[in-house]
């Protein structure tokens, strides 16, 4: 066991302070990584703050770390001391389940082991994440991080990246396709680089001009007000697919009608209320409403190595962890373009 140190949450109410906890020392097939960045995933506050329920506490968030391999068990043939690598949203699963042997491992059955704010397969042992000075994980759950991409802007990419990637992959975006991409924050503007990357026709629909420009930087071909009621009359029927990263309270009925016929919108971002669906935004147009979840192991690596081919990388502001919840405000009112991510070294510092 290792002393390590960290910040946490104490309860839903507490500010993230600082935390020390024993990590466990590496068993065979583990690899121990020091931590150098963390992202900071609007899901860290949602969880730290008990939005959607059933929070452990306490709470070292953080799933979007990225480092370097600092010793490896006695098994581990995958990574030697030195990589450069990344750890997601989960770090083991049942590895027996359908999903499981399809590469799907974020949809295991018996349920992904999270990266924080979970249970060790052991069904007693609480997770600790990312805000912190190191992590052991099992070998094949640890992703090898691109060697031309800086650390610090490609961590975010273990969450932000992989989930904007899975779902526009899995739709099939690519040249032909009108996509669009609501929202413009940290999952948002991942989504239209991976989307132009792919060779669609992006558009970002967002709730003022403000980020206007930014969009056309990062990729997007087209940009809408959503503040606009014209918006929803000039696009009605446009769209191939929806991307729709928001987690703030919204009417989906009016994005629906934006599709063709036989078409998707996939909600990525989670709300902590529900959302009211109409039947007629489905039924006239044979439209679909679906849902996607980061992705497994494999797809992850998958899109690692396409943002390591194409330079794509977040765009971030980096923080010391002393700013941690300072950084949690300025998510929650939009000021951050586009990913706070923790420098772990002001933890070692301090």
């Not at 104490?10 to 963390?38: E, G, K, M, N, W």
């Not at 994980?137 to 992989?162: E, F, K, S």
């Not at 991942?190 to 003022?208: D, P, R, W, Y």
């Not at 919204?250 to 971002?269: A, F, H, I, P, S």
Request: with cysteine.
């Amino acid at each position: 066991m290792t002393s390590t140190r960290a910040y946490a949450a104490a309860t839903s109410t507490s500010p993230l302070a600082p935390f020390t906890f024993q990590r466990r020392a590496p068993l065979p097939h583990d690899v121990a990584i020091d931590i150098h960045y963390c992202g900071i995933c609007h899901s860290d506050i949602h969880q730290a703050r008990d939005g959607w329920g059933g929070s452990i506490f306490p709470m070292v968030p953080g799933h979007e770390i990225a480092g370097v391999v600092s010793a490896v068990g006695d098994q581990v043939s995958k990574y030697k001391v030195g990589d450069k690598v990344g750890v997601g949203c989960f770090v083991d699963s049942c590895r027996h389940c359908a999903y499981c042997e399809q590469g799907l491992e974020q949809y295991c059955d018996e349920g992904p082991t999270n990266t924080y704010n979970g249970l060790e397969r052991d069904g007693r042992t609480p997770t600790m994440g990312g805000y912190s000075e190191r992590i052991v994980v099992n070998q094949d759950y640890v992703l090898r991080m691109p060697d031309n991409l800086p650390l610090d802007a490609a961590a975010p990419l273990l969450c932000a990246g992989i989930t904007l990637y899975s779902p526009l992959k899995h739709w099939g975006a690519g040249p032909g396709m009108r996509v669009a991409i609501i929202g413009l924050g940290g999952l948002g503007h991942m989504g239209v680089k991976i989307a132009h990357a792919l060779g669609a026709e992006v558009t970002v629909l967002s709730q003022s001009l403000k980020k206007q420009e930014d969009a056309k930087r990062l990729g997007a071909d087209h940009f809408h007000a959503t503040s606009d009621p014209q918006t929803f009359v000039k696009l009605k029927n446009h769209f191939d697919l929806i991307i729709n990263t928001v987690s703030a309270e919204m009417d989906w009925n009016l994005y629906l009608g934006l599709l063709k016929v036989d078409r998707t919108m996939v909600v990525v971002g989670v709300p902590e209320t529900q959302v009211p669906i109409a039947p007629f935004s489905l039924i006239p147009k044979r439209r679909s409403l679906a849902g996607s979840m980061i992705g497994g192991i494999a797809e992850t690596q998958e899109m690692l190595d396409f943002c390591g081919e194409h330079d794509i990388t977040c765009d971030i502001e980096l923080t010391p962890i002393q700013k941690v919840n300072e950084a949690y405000e300025r998510i929650l009112k939009s000021d951050v373009r586009y990913r706070f991510v923790i420098d772990m070294a002001s933890l070692k510092a301090a």
